[in-house]
């Protein structure tokens, strides 16, 4: 080892592993050089001015000590920071971005919401965070989120998490039942050839406000948004509030 290469400098490496997962799967060992940190010698740590090494410096250091650098690359417009945001939040498999602003010395993570989803499930599974990955999946049945959750945490996680799904389907079965009677209610008064006004005014008299929302979506033939099916479940389903995945 040479004791003088980046004297004053210290360096930030990523190491990742099958056998460290967080929540993104590695299927090998890798080590990143994701950034380094001059400070002023012959100060204490308190007192010593701290900046951070830019993209360009930190390309010659991978270069010379054999350790990849990060992925990156240069954003020219507001227009591009918008699309990579928007990138960021629907990345899947991914944990996100880190923006390097002001000449580099201020950095802003911005996590993918897939990233989010997982990591909240792990430390904190309840039925709500249960109908977002449902809905995360494409409402799959029973069989098939078992399926994805198995392959996604892991065959010990999905033990701990079956009360909650289980009341999650429980859920989604009743608020299935509470859409077709509308549905049934939609069908009748199309087949009554009511006016737009006398089926709100009969929709009003036969359901809460959630569910005539949902009246007014099918009238319109439009689909029923995730959040207005996330609370239906929700209000028709036992909450249970904490499964830790992770020990």
């Known amino acids: 080892a040479d004791p003088d290469f980046c004297c004053g400098v210290t360096l930030l490496f990523e190491w990742v592993s099958p056998f460290n997962e967080i ?73 996100g971005y880190v923006l390097r602003c002001d000449e580099e010395q201020n950095l802003i993570k911005v996590k993918s919401r897939w990233w989010l ?67 049934a209610s939609y069908t009748s008064a199309k087949r009554d050839s009511l006016t737009d006004i006398e089926f709100e005014e009969r929709s009003q008299k036969r359901f809460n406000m959630l569910r005539l929302d949902i009246c007014r979506l099918l009238w319109r033939h439009k689909e029923i948004p995730s959040e207005i099916w996330k609370k239906l479940i929700l209000q028709n389903c036992a909450q249970i509030s904490y499964i830790p995945l992770r020990c």
């Open 23 to 95: 929540v993104v799967k590695y299927p090998d060992s890798a080590i990143t050089l994701i950034g380094a940190i001059s400070y002023e010698q012959n100060k204490s740590w308190h007192e010593a001015d701290i900046r951070l090494i830019g993209l360009t410096a930190l390309s010659e250091v991978s270069a010379k000590c054999g350790v990849p650098l990060v992925s990156h690359f240069n954003l020219q417009s507001e227009k591009e920071l918008l699309s990579l945001l928007e990138t960021a939040g629907n990345a899947i498999g991914d944990e």
């Open 117 to 183: 989803l997982m990591f909240t499930c792990k430390l904190n599974f309840t039925t709500a965070l249960a109908v977002e990955l449902w809905l995360h999946w494409n409402k799959p049945d029973f069989e098939d989120f078992e399926k994805k959750f198995a392959e996604t945490f892991d065959d010990s996680a999905w033990f701990k998490a079956m009360p909650v799904v289980s009341a999650m389907y429980d859920g989604i079965r009743n608020a299935n039942k509470i859409v077709s009677h509308i549905q």
